[in-house]
């Protein structure tokens, strides 16, 4: 009888389905199936990276689902694998503290695919980002607008005696200034804060205060255009309407000062490659959710 529960116990234990075993698939992107310990594993490679807060099961998934997707383009259009610029992140990862022992094979089939997803980026995405002339100007306009940067006087409680402290960043002020001042209009004194009261002189964005113009002087008296002199300044030293005028403006502008006229005009040159820098990172993040999209629609992916 003992002999016979034995060999029940064994048989079970042979036979029996190994749920424990059992590899389950989370998603399959095409015919490549990514399983739950996948997944899981690759939550752990995220967090050792030193993610602020935890990724979550969903967009761990989520993020393998596309770099599989980019994989398999790249696979299908020919963009070839950069293995110096594979040798270079790993090389980087180690000098930041990444021990040999946690470069796992999923570990380093993602950073593959990583690289890959890199230069998808560079050779097919990148090139069909273009800026227009509207996009510059609506750029310009919102800077106009982000008012970061201010110009205060400060006034004694009563009244007794003026400092003007010039151009400050709003982040500089103290927490209980800074409240006060970024809902203050131009022009305006406020209250009593800390035993003194502030007028904002003005307001602006940095970047446009940072900017030079140069400009040429003209005795009014002279024929337009024959200048005698030319000087370097700082938007900061316009007046806000002039300010304003000559930073949206394409060209020159005049200004009529007692017996001058000044012809000012901003290097559009720099400007521009300043505005492109603001602009570009939002087009490039536009442009790969549509190409993501793109491959959603032409690979099979089948969520479990």
């Not at 979550?56 to 610029?85: C, H, P, T, W």
């Not at 570990?107 to 980026?121: G, P």
């Amino acid at each position: 009888m003992t002999k016979l529960r034995y060999l029940i116990i064994f048989c079970f234990l042979c036979f029996a389905p190994c749920h424990s075993l059992e590899v389950k698939a989370a998603a399959l992107v095409g015919n490549v199936t990514i399983s739950n310990q996948d997944v899981r594993d690759y939550q752990e490679i995220l967090g050792m990276l030193g993610g602020k807060t935890a990724t979550s099961y969903k967009a761990a998934l989520q993020e393998m689902i596309d770099l599989e997707l980019y994989n398999q383009y790249a696979q299908k259009v020919g963009i070839r694998f950069s293995q110096q610029k594979y040798d270079a992140a790993i090389n980087r990862l180690k000098s930041l503290g990444v021990k040999e022992t946690s470069l796992t094979e999923l570990f380093r089939d993602c950073l593959k695919k990583q690289v890959l997803f890199a230069e998808v980026v560079e050779q097919v995405i990148k090139p069909r980002i273009q800026i227009s002339q509207e996009d510059l100007l609506n750029m310009k306009r919102s800077l106009l607008r982000n008012k970061n940067t201010v110009k205060l006087t400060k006034i004694d409680a009563d009244g007794s005696s003026r400092k003007d402290l010039g151009w400050m960043k709003l982040d500089e002020l103290a927490p209980e200034i800074k409240k006060t001042i970024s809902k203050l209009p131009v022009g305006k004194i406020s209250d009593p804060i800390e035993g003194s009261r502030f007028l904002v002189a003005d307001k602006e964005n940095e970047l446009i205060l940072d900017l030079d113009y140069k400009g040429e002087i003209s005795e009014k008296s002279k024929v337009v255009g024959f200048y005698k002199s030319m000087f370097f300044r700082k938007l900061s030293d316009l007046a806000p309407g002039e300010r304003k005028k000559l930073f949206l403006s394409t060209g020159s502008i005049e200004i009529k000062k007692n017996n001058l006229i000044l012809l000012i005009h901003l290097d559009m040159s720099d400007l521009h490659s300043r505005l492109v820098e603001l602009i570009y990172p939002a087009k490039l993040e536009k442009e790969i959710k549509k190409f993501s999209a793109d491959l959603h629609e032409n690979i099979r992916v089948v969520k479990y």
